[in-house]
């Protein structure tokens, strides 16, 4: 994996989590990076996300360090606010650098406080280790519930040269109670500008996180940055945009990608196709009211390829269209044509759905042009035996 | 259980379904009755979905029967139409009334087409089967995957008398795969002007079928019709049409909860109260949320009061409030207060919720004066058990 140029990480245990793995992870750019992010839209919002849209606001998108800790995501509690800016303050010190250029993100559990001493004591030891090699150690240290390290990069070239994009992700859904939490972090050593850099991140996320659902719950803390730190020497103009935000969506596509399939309890990735309709976002709407059915879930958990339930959760988006144009695919084979059953061999598709990777195809003929992919994963006995278990 | 005059009743085998129950149902009035119905708001809907609202316009709501089958949906079907329409007209002409009068409902497999002929066959024996007294036998006959059949009844003070009203209704979610349906039927001898009629149906609907969710899929088959023929000699003036519709609402609400008491899988009912919002409708919009997240019915399945997936539910309901003023109490007792967490003992509560019923109230300080009660079940593994199995 070819890491960006201009980056360090670093992670360690701080004594947040109640069993000795990596809690607290440092990611720092040599020189101040264009920043981008997107956040949780949930009423309810952790301190640390108030806090990055704050700081990004008040140092103009440029940002030195991200600050994350796991095992606790500072929401709902009465020291959140005062927590995070006094990490962000020592994080700050440590490095030399302006608070406001340090942005800070927390995953773990809702309504406990988080003790802002734990982390701030580790800080001298944190930024010693820095290095440009612990990238893998850091997705690591952000892991909450997820079954492994989610990361991915791109090459691109731009200008003269090339430059490059890395992101770490992490999220399962909510496998331990409270845990309600996806962070991302991409960086890049490209010099963007950051207000083109903006427009990226939300063209980006829009095709890849914002089409991720395990369970259709959005968490207090989601937090999304991208930093653009120009370590490369190649900056992004007009020309290379375009394929710029092509490799970026690649990447985070594949990050998301990673979280459905890590779901909570899940055994399969299922990706869902709409197409044919009026616009993209009534193709979205409808890939989303069919990620979001436990009804559709719980079916390709049993490689059950039952598609009255796919086309009745399409009908369910809200959407208008047509059922009688309507045609379903599972795993490339016509189950419905024209909203009626179509002829299909049943266990030959069953034994298809047996796979670790699904494909569910809706085409709504003669409506329009608008598209849409989505990401989720199935239902598994295990999503429920885990998140109804008492916690210990 | 007191029955309202002038309704009779039938059911019996006709073949549809795979195992000798019944399945073939009539509701007679001996006059027309004035009718009203709700119907799905899925985008696809079966064949006597669309017939009944037909019916009801071209006989301008005069109804003098209902003919309902289950284990066939009669939805995505080649013949639907044709088969809904056949079976109408063949129960008006042994009734010897309009087939405009004649409402049908169907509940089952989606996809699979009805044999019409099996209906039509059975019908005269149905017919000379009607009795005012098999109510309880229809409201078996219309279960699919329900394990106790739902009725409820209310007599109610009108004119110079009382008028009674008696509902039955089905349906536990999907427990066998592509049994997507909820019917309601209610009848009433009192005497009510049509238009006057699709405005307490209206009210009381409002109030209950939807403050209803066991899975967050709306079928496409959903039916629910008010029936009141009068019989009763009492008119619902002015002066009683409000207790009237507190009775009917009443009767309605009892049906809502033992559906959701019966859904699939379920072990608990959840009743929802959420208050101090703007508007109603703002308060039912935040008690879905919670209803339809499964991490909070996963929770309550383990009696864990995990009060911040409930706070993190309703910010995700798209209505904007302030989680600093915002209570949770689980079961009567206080577990999050003003955003943070309130001091409770964990045990003693594990206790509470381990009951069959559940009260979670969410009050939102300071916005308004409005409320909602919704209600749904627990998410257990037997909901995920009986889903995922391949059709037999």
Not at 270 to 286: H, L, N, P
Request: hydrophobic share 40%; net charge positive.
């Amino acid at each position: 994996m070819k890491l960006p140029s201009g980056y360090r990480y670093a992670s360690l245990y701080a004594g947040i989590r109640k069993y000795p793995k990596d809690d607290l992870a440092f990611l720092t750019s040599d020189v101040p990076a264009a920043c981008a992010g997107v956040f949780t839209q949930n009423r309810v919002q952790a301190a640390p996300v108030r806090l990055c849209k704050a700081n990004l606001k008040a140092g103009n998108g440029m940002v030195r360090a991200v600050l994350v800790n796991a095992g606790n995501a500072n929401c709902a509690t009465r020291s959140g606010d005062r927590v995070a800016l006094a990490t962000c303050r020592a994080a700050a010190k440590t490095l030399g650098v302006p608070a406001a250029q340090v942005l800070v993100a927390s995953t773990g559990v809702i309504g406990v406080e988080l003790d802002g001493k734990l982390i701030t004591k580790a800080l001298p030891q944190l930024a010693a280790a820095l290095s440009p090699d612990s990238f893998r150690a850091v997705s690591e240290a952000i892991m909450t519930t997820d079954t492994r390290p989610k990361t991915s990069s791109a090459e691109v070239s731009a200008g003269n040269g090339a430059v490059n994009i890395a992101g770490m992700t992490k999220g399962a859904g909510m496998i331990m109670p409270m845990m309600a939490t996806t962070l991302g972090f991409v960086m890049t050593d490209a010099a963007i500008a950051v207000g083109r850099l903006r427009g990226m991140l939300r063209e980006a996320a829009e095709e890849s996180f914002n089409r991720l659902s395990v369970d259709g719950d959005t968490s207090t803390n989601d937090t999304l940055l991208l930093l653009a730190n120009g370590a490369s020497g190649q900056k992004i103009g007009a020309r290379d945009e375009g394929h710029f935000t092509d490799a970026l969506t690649h990447v985070m596509q594949d990050l998301a990608r990673q979280i459905a399939r890590d779901g909570e309890g899940a055994k399969k990735l299922i990706t869902i196709q709409v197409s044919g309709t009026r616009t993209k976002e009534d193709a979205a709407r409808i890939a989303r009211a069919i990620a979001n059915s436990p009804l559709v879930k719980t079916a390709i958990a049993g490689s059950d390829p039952n598609w009255g339930r796919i086309l009745s959760a399409a009908g369910n988006s809200g959407v208008p269209f047509d059922p009688s144009k309507t045609d379903v695919v599972l795993q490339g084979v016509t189950v419905c044509r024209a909203g009626l059953a179509a002829r299909f061999s049943e266990p030959a598709l069953k034994n298809k759905l047996d796979g670790d990777e699904v494909t569910i195809g809706v085409f709504i003929n003669g409506s329009g042009r608008g598209e849409s992919r989505f990401w989720t994963c199935d239902f598994t006995e295990d999503y429920i035996r885990i998140n109804a278990s008492y916690r210990t």
